[in-house]
T-cell receptor, first 113, second 115 residues
């Protein structure tokens, strides 16, 4: 079946550290891939997306590259801030469908000053 | 421009009761999807409504039902509540064009607690 696997959290970093959150997927066909972020008490916000192999999504200093050969979409940021503390979800959507999202379990990030 | 709104914010029910959650989509959106997010888990797709009909459904029992109104707002109904139904229920809206990558915008959710 179609699924998304994320690295378990929490991930605890000091401000200005480098961030990587791993995400791998299993899917039939050619999915689009997403990273969503959930701040405390808020709904999900789309952080970035990639629709085909080798595409790089980027936003607010975060980046992720769609790697078809390793079925991965790892999230990276060169220098995290305290305000980046949140839960991050990797997700996929299958092509030709109605944009139903399949999410990973989420990774909590805590950034300390 | 208001985003996706949901009501109520929090709700406490007892086992066996019924509950109705409400969602108003973002302006210009005609499609509403519902997700269940259990504590510590990622959201799970419940179903999607378009043109007042259920267009797609996830792996949820018939106790979960919904409705979409002509103004595109939507309700999620859960009958015969179980303890395991305790979760954050998220509504997402988008445009309904099938086959295209239409970004989904999420509301803040309704936190349901079943005692």
């Amino acid at each position: 079946g179609n699924s998304v696997t994320q690295m378990e959290g929490p991930v605890t970093l000091s401000e200005e550290a480098f961030l990587t959150i791993n995400c791998t997927y299993t899917a039939t066909g050619y999915p689009s891939l997403f990273w969503y972020v959930q701040y405390p008490g808020e709904g999900l916000q789309l952080l970035l997306k990639a629709t085909k192999a080798d595409d790089k999504g980027s936003n607010k200093g975060f980046e992720a590259t769609y790697r078809k050969e390793t079925t991965s979409f790892h999230l990276e940021k060169g220098s995290v801030q305290v305000s980046d503390s949140a839960v991050y979800f990797c997700a996929l959507s299958l092509s030709g469908g109605y944009n139903k999202l399949i999410f990973g379990a989420g990774t909590r990030l805590a950034v300390h000053p | 421009d208001a985003g996706v709104t949901q009501s109520p914010t929090h709700l406490i029910k007892t086992r066996g009761q019924q509950v109705t959650l409400r969602c108003s989509p973002k302006s210009g959106h005609d499609t509403v999807s519902w997700y269940q997010q259990a504590l510590g888990q990622g959201p799970q797709f419940i179903f999607q409504y378009y043109e007042e009909e259920e267009r797609q459904r996830g792996n949820f029992p018939d106790r979960f039902s919904g409705h979409q109104f002509p103004n595109y707002s939507s309700e999620l109904n859960v009958n015969a509540l179980l303890l395991g139904d305790s979760a954050l229920y998220l509504c997402a809206s988008s445009t309904g064009l099938a086959g295209l990558l239409n970004e989904q915008f999420f509301g803040p959710g309704t936190r349901l607690t079943v005692l």
